[in-house]
């Protein structure tokens, strides 16, 4: 099975520290309001992308849709990103999605320039039969992580801010 990561594009630049959630939500889907406000301290303008990764994972309409059509009646609890100087606001989607631990990582660096990326991670096929789309944890960093099918899927659309990171997964 081919499995791809989807991530914010780098080049969109980190919100990490800008965005200031409930402490409800740093704890967990369970624990989260069904509506979630949270805001932007920022003095420059940002760019929105379909995925937002932390500290919280949530994604846009969109991406929330496509993944909708793979796993149907996926949960979720609806964030609304309030940017206070800009008087503007975006709405995104914080899906729960199934959990699953990564025993091993390996990070491959292809060349002098490249950063390190974990290309290659093992898991209990156990827990991942059947799913088109996980969550994997690793250490304190979470990846949303899909089949093939799904990555196709948020490649035919035009999403802005995506990118899509083709990885290994060895079962034990």
Excluded: W
């Excluded at 994997?136 to 899909?146: A, M």
Aim: overall charge negative.
């Amino acid at each position: 099975m081919e499995y791809f990561i989807l991530e914010q594009d780098r080049r969109l630049g980190s919100m990490d520290g800008m965005i200031t959630f409930s402490e409800q939500m740093k704890q967990g889907y369970e624990l989260a309001k069904d509506e979630e406000f949270v805001y932007i301290d920022s003095p420059k303008a940002l760019e929105y992308g379909c995925i937002l990764e932390k500290p919280v994972l949530l994604v846009s309409e969109e991406v929330y849709q496509i993944l909708n059509r793979h796993e149907r009646g996926l949960a979720y609890k609806k964030v609304i990103v309030i940017d206070m100087a800009r008087n503007g606001q975006v709405h995104y989607y914080f899906p729960k999605f199934t959990e699953v631990s990564c025993n091993e990582q390996e990070s491959i660096k292809r060349n002098a320039e490249d950063t390190e990326k974990i290309d290659h991670f093992t898991v209990d096929e156990k827990l991942i039969e059947g799913l088109s789309m996980f969550k994997l944890n690793v250490y304190r960093k979470s990846y949303l992580v899909v089949r093939l099918d799904v990555a196709e899927g948020m490649l035919r659309t035009s999403l802005y801010g995506l990118n899509v990171r083709r990885i290994l997964i060895n079962g034990r």
